[in-house]
Structure formats: structure tokens, C-alpha cells
């Protein structure tokens, strides 16, 4: 029917986007909330419920598409991810994927080729031209998530202690770290370490990212090294699944992480070929699957109306 909507999820380990749109591609209501992942956040399912109940009992939905993390990496989490979304939208169709698998089928249009995203975490998807998919990383930041915010910011923390030790030459990160924490330096082991103990969450640990970005194009040559030392990882994550596509595939991007233009310039470098700009941001991602749930035609008139009023909505 030319009247129905669709809703689609964006779920993250730090946040949480949700959109109501209609057939031209009009997002009509947004949502915001934390982060969703069910690997290591035992409240993910109150948080998902919270910010998704506003669109339960709009009638005219017709499709959902929840891009949620750990879908597919875990059983018995993918079965409550499903469950969840299904029991929340009895009347429609219903689809849940992957964060990062949504983000591919909006950065490239559904096309093939080779996304490399860097938020909280940190992987490469890939599909090739029969649509066949394939993956790396997304290990979490206890065994992985190499070139991610969060794995930036804990080596930040590492090179400030050792900096501040003498262990390595001195470096702006230092004062950076503490003015953004907002911490006595004069007394650091005692006022960093009890921010440790208390007040360091994976997604405060994971802000300093952008700490080490502003100090590298100020010039800081540890915070240089360190988005060097990201770029390669995430470089290695692209190496892993480029054989997988046809040889020279578009690659592109997603992540609050390659927000930064000088970690996005040295990925290019490792790669040898620029990216592609992303068509979609994630949300418009969950939007194209769940358009594709209804066969929906997706044109490039399409996907500019959702480009263009998922960015007028979710602006920073």
C-alpha cells in the first residue's frame, strides 16, 4: 500500500538510532537511545524496548529492520534479538541483521564491495557481486577490535601513563587526556586512577578517540603514531575479506572512528585506492532492508530522500 512505513533500527555499542519512514523515502519520526549491544551490556534488551516502544502501535507499519550488534556472531543472542523484535511488532514484517551488514547495504547502495568500520568496535564486511557475504573482526575489545575508538582510547591511556612515567618521551596526549576528563594532573596516579575504578566505561574510553585526533593534527607525533598503529589494523581487516570480492572492489567506510580525516587518509594509503563515499549512513541501511522486506523499488531518488532526511535528522 502506498500509505504503509517503515521503521528501522540501528543498534551500536554506544547508541541507538530508530526511524519511521515513508514510501519516498521521508523519514517522519526519529528515536535516539544507548548503546544495544547483548555481548556485554545486560541491559540491552530494557534499552531497546524503551526506545522503540513510541512505534509499536503505529498502524500503518508495515516493515522493521533492527541492525543490531552480535546478530549472527552468537546463537543463542541472535535468538533473543529476534525474539525481541518480533514479539515488539506482532503485525509486521520483521527483519534483524547484523549492525555492520546494514551499514554495508547503505554505504554502497546493496551494491558489492568492501566496507571497513570503525565506532566502539571494530570489522570488515564484504559482499561479492553474487551477493554472497563474508566478515572479519567484531571479536569485542576483550579479544579484539583492533582500530576501533575504544582499542584508540586504551592505548591513549597506556602511552599518557607511560609518558607521564618517563617510560616514553613526553607528549601532548597527556594534558589532553586529563583536560578532557577533567582531572587533576598535578596529582595524576591518584586522580586517573580512580576515574579507572569508577568512571571508565567503554564508551568514555572509546570518546578519547577523538582526544588522539585533535592532538595528531595539532601535530603530537605519539598521537600520529597511534592512528598510524589504527589505520594498519584496519587495513589487515580489509586484507582479510578483499579476496573474497572481485579484484580492485569498491571499498568504503563506516563509524564514528574514520570521522577523522587523518586516520581515513592513512587507511587510504594501506589500501592503495580511495574509498567510496558512502551512499547511506547506517539508519538509512535499516531503512533499505527493511524497503526491501515490502519490494519496495529503491532508485537513486530513493536513497537521496533518505540520505538527505536522515542527516536533516540525526545532525550533530
Known sequence: MNDDLILGIDGGGTKMMVALADRSGRILR?????GVNAMDNPGWRTELEMHIEPFRNETRLAAVAAALPVYGEVDHLSRLLEEAIEHAFPNARTRVLNDVDAAHLGALAGKSGILVLSGTGSMAWARNAEGEPARTGGWGDI??????SYWIGRLALNLVSQSLDGRVAPTALASAVFDHLGLDQANAMDSL????TSDAKRSSIAALSAVVDRAAISGDAAAIGLLDLAADELAKHHRAVAGHCEMGADWTFAGGTLRSAGLLQALERRIGQPPVTPKLPPIGGALFAAAQLLDWPIDEGWIGHVAASANAAFAQ
Do not use: K, R
Open 30 to 34: 526519529t528515536g535516539l537511545g544507548g
Open 143 to 148: 579479544i579484539g577490535d583492533e582500530g576501533s
Open 193 to 196: 586512577g580512580a576515574w579507572a
